[in-house]
């Protein structure tokens, strides 16, 4: 049998609704979610058995901080990811006359290593990261993104229409400065495009043509 693929397993993985293993407490102003990493364990281990994990050396640093590695994989896919170690306020923990990281401290930095590192990798409670919540969020499709990158420059391009609709209405003003003036009919079809609401071929092509024409009448 053929190692899954990273999107076979963020397929299968991101789905599951993680609310039921969900725990929560408010640190400061926030509320942070997560799942504890014997049940995070429990799931991986429901789905794809043959998993492994590697905890890192843990680094210590020249402020007195320490950070901790895991990896995890299945197969032939694998993430690693690397993390402070906290106290419960999570803010680092620095070595100094008054605190040090202890075997307590190191072990729970390695199993919150373990639970991030598991939904990188499997889209597992990645939703927990992002908005808090155990439900899987709706997946972003490419025509989705598209879509939402032309309905952005679709807004941008029709309030440049109508900034040139306005220069070109100025034209019919008895003291507009340049003898010739723009057509009523083009100033008509612009209004039209604008009011419409596209598409967006259409607006930018009124946009070129009746900036065309402003530029012309400058000009003579």
């Given at each position: 049998?053929?190692?899954?693929?990273?999107?076979?397993?963020?397929?299968?993985?991101?789905?599951?609704?993680?609310?039921?293993?969900?725990?929560?407490?408010?640190?400061?102003?926030?509320?942070?979610?997560?799942?504890?990493?014997?049940?995070?364990?429990?799931?991986?281990?429901?789905?794809?058995?043959?998993?492994?994990?590697?905890?890192?050396?843990i680094t210590l640093y020249p402020d007195g901080s320490a950070e901790v590695g895991c990896k995890v994989s299945i197969g032939e896919?694998?993430?690693?990811?690397?993390?402070?170690?906290?106290?419960?306020?999570?803010?680092?923990?620095?070595?100094?006359?008054?605190?040090?990281?202890?075997?307590?401290?190191?072990?729970?930095?390695?199993?919150?290593?373990?639970?991030?590192?598991?939904?990188?990798?499997?889209?597992?409670?990645?939703?927990?990261?992002?908005?808090?919540?155990?439900?899987?969020?709706?997946?972003?499709?490419?025509?989705?993104?598209?879509?939402?990158?032309?309905?952005?420059?679709?807004?941008?391009?029709?309030?440049?229409?109508?900034?040139?609709?306005?220069?070109?209405?100025?034209?019919?003003?008895?003291?507009?400065?340049?003898?010739?003036?723009?057509?009523?009919?083009?100033?008509?079809?612009?209004?039209?495009?604008?009011?419409?609401?596209?598409?967006?071929?259409?607006?930018?092509?009124?946009?070129?043509?009746?900036?065309?024409?402003?530029?012309?009448?400058?000009?003579?």
């Amino acid at each position: 049998m053929s190692s899954p693929t990273h999107k076979d397993i963020w397929k299968s993985m991101s789905a599951i609704d993680v609310s039921e293993w969900t725990q929560s407490r408010a640190v400061g102003r926030q509320t942070l979610s997560w799942i504890p990493w014997s049940d995070c364990m429990a799931i991986l281990q429901s789905h794809y058995p043959d998993f492994e994990y590697e905890f890192y050396p843990i680094t210590l640093y020249p402020d007195g901080s320490a950070e901790v590695g895991c990896k995890v994989s299945i197969g032939e896919v694998s993430r690693v990811v690397y993390l402070p170690v906290m106290d419960h306020k999570f803010n680092a923990i620095v070595a100094g006359p008054d605190s040090s990281p202890s075997s307590r401290d190191l072990s729970d930095a390695r199993w919150r290593g373990f639970v991030k590192c598991t939904s990188i990798l499997t889209g597992l409670g990645f939703n927990l990261f992002r908005a808090g919540e155990g439900k899987p969020a709706e997946p972003i499709v490419r025509d989705e993104v598209k879509a939402r990158r032309e309905k952005k420059t679709l807004a941008t391009k029709l309030t440049q229409l109508s900034e040139v609709l306005t220069e070109c209405e100025l034209t019919r003003d008895p003291d507009y400065p340049y003898g010739r003036k723009v057509r009523v009919k083009d100033i008509k079809l612009g209004k039209q495009v604008l009011n419409a609401g596209g598409p967006l071929l259409r607006v930018n092509k009124a946009i070129a043509f009746l900036t065309k024409e402003l530029n012309e009448i400058k000009e003579s």
